[in-house]
């Protein structure tokens, strides 16, 4: 099916195939995040080691390496140790170390108790670890990438896996610059380029596009349960100097999401330089149409836990972002004929820990590993597949995390906030992780929606513009631009199916679950419609992971374009 089929917005016309050139290239990195990242540095330096020349290519969608990069965070820095033991003396941006941590229960939009130690599970300290910008981090290692030799392209976005004779993936294309919204070239019109390789590492984070196209070509998740996803609303604030306490870390759940099967959590994180971090993670298997994170969100800062904190700062940022939390369950098999996937492609998360980044550049390194063994034996293997990547993930302390956390998340799923939270303190407090048996989510995050009818409504207060807002002056924050004159790369697979079907069964959800406000119902006298602003977009997911008709389709858009978060 072509991109003028998928998009409600193409003309019908065939839009002529640009020449493109070609370039050659030992690996070819997609995504410039902690997972790609780490590839890319462990490749030069391996490649520096036994003095070889490796070409290797490393290409971002977004405008520079971290604009795109949006996570809590705090980070354990077991992968970065083993990438770069000297890293602080490299100057690496982890400088503040969590000085203090708590859990509070939010039962009520006013109330929480703060959780004794004893109650707390042991892989939710985070002694040794340090409150970060991600985004900041993969700056740092982008520069550090660079200067061992790697090509970095920030504002290329990879919009189609190049594929051999026999059927082996042999690189990526980059997405045209300056074509109009049909299709078809402007004056300004550039054509993409074929990155070919002899390996390619998919590393675009949570729900890759390409990723997508693999795991469904080379059926990689066959005997695995669906992937499961979160959606992450992060502000980034700037807080009276009596409120700011560097290094502090509150963990929080329950209220606003509730006590059974509507699941999440909360974080604060007190950075340097008088900023917290403030967000909210709602797991995209609720139920109920009506839902709205954002405004879950938004309500969620009025609790005086956060509003104490927030009261008489100043909002810096704002941004939205999906994680796969379907745990080692979820996990599909990480390598295909030609390429690998790494990082949050795959889903390596730890959902316990609600930490990812030490995960995602330890794939990557392993990754990197494999390819270069392969390179210097010149070794493909059974059909140029890397199985010692898969092989050494298994044997890793990577798969071992998730092993032992397998049945935190499903339980949460299956039991709710407060019997899940039971359940996984037995598990994981008392049994360590080895009970003799793992529990399976098997119905996908998009089929858990109930009919509007038979869902409460929930009524969302007006923002105040001092601890809440609305949606367009959010993404306003996240410092969002689009080319506009450019194919719409929210792709309907059937245009008439938001009206005809998702609005008479849920009320049409993605008015409700986006957090940009890319999705609304246009009602008049004459017709109601479904209208799409792309220019809106922060690159969150969400929409290809929750409409329930599974309708919408995520496509990169024109290289550079979407959020530039500073400091996310």
Not at 277 to 295: H, M, Q, R
Not at 432 to 442: A, E, I, Y
Request: aromatic share 10%.
């Amino acid at each position: 099916m072509s991109q003028a089929d998928l998009n409600p917005e193409s003309s019908s016309e065939v839009v002529r195939e640009a020449i493109r050139e070609v370039m050659p290239f030992d690996v070819v990195i997609v995504g410039g995040g902690p997972a790609g990242l780490a590839t890319a540095c462990k490749l030069a330096q391996l490649s520096q080691e036994q003095d070889l020349s490796l070409d290797i290519c490393l290409i971002e969608k977004g405008s520079e390496i971290g604009a795109h990069i949006l996570s809590g965070a705090v980070l354990e820095s077991k992968a970065l140790d083993e990438l770069f033991p000297d890293w602080r003396a490299m100057g690496a941006p982890v400088t503040t170390a969590v000085s203090n941590e708590e859990i509070h229960f939010l039962y009520s939009a006013a109330g929480s108790f703060k959780l004794p130690e004893f109650l707390i599970p042991r892989d939710l300290h985070n002694d040794g670890n340090h409150v970060i910008s991600l985004g900041n981090l993969c700056r740092w290692l982008g520069e550090q990438a660079e200067n061992l030799g790697v090509q970095v392209f920030a504002g290329f976005s990879a919009s189609e896996i190049l594929y051999d004779d026999a059927g082996a993936v042999i690189g990526v294309a980059t997405g045209d610059m300056g074509r109009d919204k049909a299709g078809n070239e402007k004056a300004a019109f550039e054509a993409g380029y074929e990155l070919q390789a002899k390996y390619t590492v998919f590393a675009e984070g949570c729900r890759g596009h390409l990723g997508k196209q693999l795991i469904q070509r080379f059926k990689l998740d066959k005997g695995k349960t669906p992937q499961h996803y979160g959606l992450g609303i992060k502000e980034l604030w700037e807080v009276d100097p009596s409120q700011h306490f560097p290094g502090k870390i509150v963990h929080g759940l329950g209220w606003p999401l509730g006590f059974g099967k509507t699941t999440g959590g909360s974080f604060l994180y007190h950075l340097e330089d008088r900023q917290v971090a403030v967000g909210l993670i709602t797991d995209l298997n609720y139920s109920n149409p009506w839902l709205n994170p954002f405004e879950e969100f938004q309500r969620f800062k009025h609790h005086p836990l956060i509003k104490n904190i927030l009261h008489g700062g100043k909002r810096i940022s704002y941004g939205a972002r999906a994680l796969s939390k379907g745990g080692i369950q979820s996990l599909p098999s990480l390598v295909f004929p030609g390429g690998v996937l790494a990082g949050d492609n795959a889903g390596f998360l730890n959902f316990l820990k609600l930490k990812g980044t030490h995960t995602a550049m330890k794939s990557g390194m392993l990754a990197a590993e494999s390819i270069f063994a392969a390179l210097i034996s010149e070794n493909k293997g059974s059909n140029n597949v890397l199985d010692s990547y898969q092989r050494s993930i298994e044997s890793s302390w990577i798969y071992a995390e998730l092993q032992q956390v397998r049945n935190v998340a499903p339980a949460m799923h299956r039991f709710g906030t407060l019997l899940g939270s039971a359940y996984s303190f037995i598990d994981q407090t008392i049994f360590r992780g080895k009970l003799p048996f793992t529990l399976l989510d098997k119905v996908p995050d998009h089929a858990s929606l109930k009919p509007a009818e038979y869902c409460p409504k929930i009524r969302y207060p007006k923002p105040d513009n001092a601890i809440s807002f609305d949606r367009l002056s959010s993404v306003y924050l996240s410092n969002t631009n689009h080319e506009e004159e450019q194919p719409c790369h929210l792709q309907l697979f059937d245009p008439d199916t938001p009206i005809n079907f998702n609005l008479s069964q849920y009320d049409e959800p993605a008015q409700r679950y986006c957090p940009a406000g890319v999705y609304e119902i246009i009602r008049t006298e004459q017709d109601t419609r479904f209208q799409i602003n792309p220019q809106n977009c922060v690159h969150c997911k969400t929409c290809d992971i929750k409409d329930p008709t599974q309708n919408i389709s995520w496509v990169s858009p024109e290289g550079g374009g979407g959020p530039n978060y500073p400091n996310m």
